[in-house]
């Protein structure tokens, strides 16, 4: 993996890159080829926030934890990483068959649900950007899951619209389109 470092109110050391290579490097054995891993430091009233997304060619897979301890929060990372690529084993297989990213061989066949995310308030505190990128609905959930989020914007391949497909709270998933 090529780890790139961000602090956010605080300067990464080299210990905490050293402690950050070490756990998360247990991971290197489900990709063939070198991925870039974004790790982004957060401190946060007296909590460390760790943000780790994953970029494989087409799909994040993404993680944030925090806790006062850098050894915990890396290893909280680390275990939602592992489980979120356990999880999709067979989504990933069939996406990447014939390509040499991922060694679906390394992946364990137990699957296990992502954690939710807590909610903070309902004020806008960051702001994303991203590609658009065409594609299928199927490949938008299979993003979704892989995010962690609830919900996920994409370019619609049919339609070539932008949509927005979500989780519903009493199972299965819904789309929003817009209406012409």
């Known amino acids: 993996m090529k780890f790139n470092y961000t602090g956010r109110n605080l300067q990464v050391s080299e210990d905490m890159k050293m402690q950050t290579e070490a756990a998360l490097g247990k991971l290197d054995k489900y990709f063939d080829t070198d991925v870039n891993c974004n790790v982004v430091f957060s401190h946060f009233k007296d909590n460390l926030i760790i943000e780790v997304t994953i970029n494989l060619p087409g799909a994040?897979?993404?993680?944030?934890?925090s806790d006062k301890d850098l050894r915990t929060a890396l290893d909280r990372v680390s275990e939602v990483l592992t489980r979120q690529v356990v999880?999709?084993?067979a989504k990933l297989q069939k996406k990447y068959r014939?390509?040499?990213?991922i060694r679906i061989e390394n992946i364990p066949d137990m699957a296990e649900a992502s954690p939710a995310y807590d909610e903070e308030e309902e004020k806008i505190v960051k702001t994303?950007?991203?590609d658009l990128r065409p594609?299928?609905?199927?490949e938008a959930i299979l993003q979704m899951e892989?995010?962690?989020?609830?919900f996920y914007v994409f370019n619609n391949a049919e339609t070539n619209e932008v949509n927005v497909i979500y989780k519903r709270n009493k199972g299965g998933y819904g789309i929003l389109v817009p209406k012409a």
Not at 146 to 150: I, K, R, S, Y
């Open 87 to 89: 999880k999709h084993k």
């Open 128 to 130: 994303k950007t991203y």
């Open 98 to 101: 014939g390509k040499d990213t």
């Open 146 to 150: 892989l995010v962690g989020h609830n």
């Open 60 to 65: 994040f897979i993404r993680s944030e934890e």
């Open 135 to 138: 594609m299928m609905e199927e």
